[in-house]
């Protein structure tokens, strides 16, 4: 079993940057790809980075080059630093382990 615990979210200007992160407990070794998705209102769930046990990362179009996701082993902890946040980024930022595990979410709104 794998809980994941999101935070960072938060209001921030057009611009602006964030850092989202998410922690988990439990058989953290045991995961081998820890993502984000996020839900913007009115919209489905979308897939927004991937991060392999190894380090390989991948991206959706929409956020490459200015979301980086990251993970420390020790802390048990994947991050996303966002950057040149856009009103469209708007959205809970939920954290996934290998597709079953899901975190509560975490809120993120850009104001324009």
């Known amino acids: 079993q794998v809980q994941l615990v999101e935070s960072g979210g938060g209001l921030v200007l057009a611009g602006g940057s964030l850092r989202l992160s998410c922690t988990a407990s439990g058989s953290f070794f045991s995961i081998n790809t820890m993502g984000w998705y996020r839900q913007a209102p009115g919209k489905q769930r979308e897939w927004v980075a991937v991060?392999?046990?190894?380090?390989?990362?991948n991206y959706a179009d929409s956020v490459k080059g200015r979301f980086t996701i990251s993970r420390d082993n020790v802390k048990h902890t994947v991050y996303l630093q966002m950057t040149s946040l856009k009103p469209e980024d708007t959205a809970v930022y939920y954290c996934n382990a290998d597709i079953v595990y899901w975190g509560e979410g975490t809120l993120v709104t850009v104001s324009s």
């Open positions: 991060i392999t046990r190894m380090g390989s990362t």
